[in-house]
């Protein structure tokens, strides 16, 4: 009865260790924002008048750290991206809610692996087509 008690020993120690090194390498690739999302927002605030329609996201661009701030001015929704170190606005995108549904699904199935088309309705290429 020993061994078993050994063992049981011998697994939490591996446990522990494998969750001490997954925190380590989470704290280590973690992002180092220069500036906090409460300060995206009141950039994008400054420069388009409205509300926030969604929860500030902090999201890797093509290498770059930025957050994606929804602003509605009116009847016009904005996706805009402020920089994370610079504080400056990286890109402003009208949008829609179909639009950024159909984004928030491409966004999960890439993060499955698996692909869905980039607009409602958008046609298959030649070569993925099933006969």
Do not use: C
């Not at 180092?32 to 409460?38: L, N």
């Not at 994606?68 to 402003?92: C, F, P």
């Not at 999960?108 to 030649?126: D, F, I, N, W």
């Amino acid at each position: 009865m020993k061994t078993h008690g050994s063992i049981r020993v011998l697994a939490s120690g591996a446990l522990a260790l494998v969750a001490l090194s997954a925190g380590l390498l989470a704290a280590h690739a973690a992002p180092h924002a220069k500036i906090s999302a409460a300060r995206a927002n009141a950039i994008v605030l400054k420069r388009f008048s409205g509300r926030l329609t969604a929860k500030t996201t902090l999201e890797n661009e093509e290498g770059k750290w930025q957050y994606g701030v929804m602003v509605r001015s009116g009847k016009t929704l904005r996706e805009v991206m402020v920089d994370a170190n610079s504080g400056k606005i990286a890109s402003v995108e009208v949008t829609s809610a179909a639009k950024e549904g159909v984004e928030k699904q491409q966004d999960a199935a890439k993060a499955k692996g698996t692909s869905l088309s980039k607009e409602p309705g958008a046609k298959e290429s030649g070569a993925a087509k099933k006969n």
